[in-house]
C-alpha cells in the first residue's frame, strides 16, 4: 500500500518491513501505526514514539 508520495519500504533480511516516510503532522500517522499493533516498532523518530507509546498507554512506541 502506498501510504505517502516518496516512501520508501525496505525489506529486511529477518522478515520485517522498514517504512520511511517524511511528514509534517503526526495527527494522521499514529493511527496509521496503531493499527499494525504491538507488532510495529517505531525507529528514528522521538517524538513519534512517543506519541504512539502514549496512545497505547506507555511509555515509549517500540514493540512490546
Given at each position: ?50 506519541a ?13
Amino acid at each position: 500500500r502506498e501510504w505517502q508520495k516518496g516512501q520508501r519500504l525496505t525489506d529486511l533480511p529477518d522478515g520485517r518491513l522498514r517504512l520511511r516516510f517524511s511528514v509534517m503532522s503526526l495527527v494522521e500517522v499514529v493511527p496509521f501505526v496503531l493499527q499494525f499493533g504491538h507488532a510495529v516498532e517505531v525507529l528514528g523518530s522521538a517524538e513519534l514514539q512517543q506519541a504512539v507509546g502514549t496512545a497505547r498507554g506507555s511509555s515509549g512506541g517500540g514493540a512490546s
